[in-house]
């Protein structure tokens, strides 16, 4: 059974909205975790985008989306949502939900290496 699943990805013009939905499983806790999205485009790094403790609800943003993508969590559903705004060209991505157990929040960054749980990805097509 897969652990994490992605949804909502798809092709969008330039300036649209997204949202992207990571569905824990029904066997995979969903307290004291750390979930994050990441994205990854061609031929680039995978880049840690935004990070929740599911325990506070505390969040964290990387730099390059601040003001335009917004994290959330459904507890009771044991989702996590990515509200992507604004959408441009280089957001154009596989996008990967990815979590870890954590006694005591998340990290400061969102380091690749911290998680040990991923989804298998969703692509984000943005034209322009």
């Known amino acids: 059974q897969v652990a994490l699943m992605e949804s909502g990805g798809g092709s969008v013009q330039a300036g649209g909205s997204l949202r992207l939905s990571c569905a824990a499983s029904?066997?995979?806790?969903?307290?004291?975790?750390?979930m994050a999205w990441f994205r990854q485009a061609p031929g680039k790094e995978r880049e840690g985008v935004a990070s929740?403790?599911?325990?506070?609800?505390?969040?964290y943003y990387g730099d390059s989306v601040k003001g335009r993508f917004t994290i959330s969590q459904d507890y009771a559903k044991k989702t996590i949502d990515l509200q992507i705004n604004s959408l441009r060209p280089e957001d154009t991505a596989m996008y990967y939900c990815?979590?870890?157990?954590?006694?005591?929040?998340?990290?400061?960054?969102?380091?690749?290496?911290?998680?040990?749980?991923w989804g298998q990805g969703i692509q984000v097509t943005v034209s322009s």
């Open positions: 990815a979590a870890r157990q954590a006694v005591y929040g998340c990290p400061s960054g969102i380091s690749r290496t911290y998680f040990s749980t």
């Open positions: 029904s066997g995979y806790g969903f307290s004291r975790r750390c």
């Open positions: 929740i403790y599911t325990s506070s609800g505390s969040t």
